[in-house]
């Protein structure tokens, strides 16, 4: 992908506490590419979209802990204030501003389409409840307001998972739906960039790890948490010294997702040729997480603990963020009412 010159945005949701897979799979792999920006002099920006929460989230308590270990995370795992742009979504008030005008041209029939509205409906229907039971029209509407978040930045570039590919279309066709009715470039036209396909990293029950099955190694958990989640990953009773496939053993599964190559090779092996036992294979991989996490894990506490700190930087990053939101929205609305 190339980067000279462009705009790169991410978000993320903070609706639970991160787990090792959140990790592996999203947050290393963005601020991998915020150093690549930063080297290419491509401008890259990642915020915490606490705005998005509050469709699920109504516990203003939970909310604000979620957000602040989201924001914490992030620079614990190397996001670099200097160098990236850093803020939470509800701090800039020109983001809702630019999403009520996308409303008007946004085609109803979009959002019907939208996957996690969709998503939200079949499960009504598999339950026999009323197809928009539960359903509030944030979440209906969820692909404009990311749209807002993603337009008010001129962005080029938007990396993100499979399942966020559709909102980013959705961005860019409001974007084109506005530049022809003006017929000027009103907005920048944002593209996706596909992260590449990172391990789905199992939970310690075998289904992917995830909040929502309580399967999960926490992120920044305290060792003996860690150590709990991970002396708890199943494992089946064969032989020890029996030779086995290491396809068929969740936690060569895990270990794929978290640790070396080196230590992925060695734990092959020793399943293959048998002789290797399971609680052996959970100390290994206590190890590789202790050697990828462990100075995370210490920053990430002192984050948490002078959040007034993460705060003033946050603050900081916002009045960046809205110096660029506030000039495009202005190019916006002198389109829109023929403001000189
Ligand atoms: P959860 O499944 O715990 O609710 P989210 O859906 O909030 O997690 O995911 C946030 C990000 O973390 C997404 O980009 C997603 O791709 C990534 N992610 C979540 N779970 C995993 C996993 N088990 N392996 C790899 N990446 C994951
Ligand atoms: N919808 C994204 C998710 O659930 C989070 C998000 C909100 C986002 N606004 C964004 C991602 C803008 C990229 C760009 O993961």
Same mark, same amino acid.
């Given at each position: ?6 705009? *790169? ?39 915490? @979209? ?75 229907? @598999? ?10 029209? =944030? #979440? ?10 993603? #337009? @008010? ?30 017929? @000027? ?46 002396? =708890? ?15 068929? *053993? #969740? ?37 590789? *997480?202790?050697?990828? #996490? ?47």
């Amino acid at each position: 992908m190339q980067l000279e010159n462009k705009t *790169i945005l991410t978000g993320v949701k903070p609706t639970g506490t991160l787990h090792i897979g959140n990790y592996f799979g999203a947050i290393q792999p963005m601020i991998e590419l915020g150093k690549k920006s930063a080297q290419s002099h491509a401008s890259h920006i990642m915020f915490v @979209a606490d705005y998005h929460a509050i469709n699920a989230i109504k516990d203003p308590v939970f909310l604000a802990q979620t957000t602040k270990e989201l924001a914490c995370a992030y620079l614990a795992c190397g996001l670099d204030p200097n160098t990236s742009i850093f803020y939470k979504q509800s701090d800039i008030s020109e983001i809702f501003e630019l999403t009520t005008i996308l409303m008007a041209y946004t085609p109803k029939g979009f959002m019907n389409k939208a996957h996690a509205y969709k998503a939200a409906v079949d499960k009504n229907m @598999a339950k026999n409840e009323p197809q928009d039971a539960g359903i509030n029209m =944030g #979440l209906y509407t969820y692909p404009v307001l990311m749209a807002a978040d993603i #337009l @008010a930045y001129d962005t080029d570039i938007v990396p993100v998972g499979k399942d966020q590919v559709q909102h980013v279309e959705i961005a860019a066709d409001i974007a084109g739906a506005i530049n022809a009715v003006y017929e @000027a470039e009103v907005l920048k036209i944002p593209t996706s960039f596909l992260k590449e396909e990172t391990q789905v990293v199992p939970g310690i029950d075998g289904q992917k790890m995830s909040k929502s099955y309580n399967n999960v190694i926490p992120l920044f958990g305290t060792d003996a948490e860690i150590k709990k989640a991970v002396m =708890g990953i199943k494992t089946d009773c064969q032989d020890i010294n029996a030779p086995k496939n290491p396809d068929d *053993i #969740l936690l060569y599964h895990i270990a794929k997702g978290i640790a070396s190559k080196e230590t992925i090779a060695e734990i092959k092996e020793g399943l293959e040729k048998g002789g290797m036992g399971y609680g052996t294979i959970k100390k290994m991989l206590l190890q590789s *997480i202790q050697d990828e #996490l462990g100075e995370k894990r210490e920053k990430y506490n002192y984050y948490m603990s002078h959040y007034d700190e993460v705060e003033d930087m946050l603050q900081q990053g916002a009045q960046k963020a809205r110096a660029i939101s506030g000039a495009v929205l202005n190019r916006v609305k002198n389109h829109i009412f023929n403001r000189k």
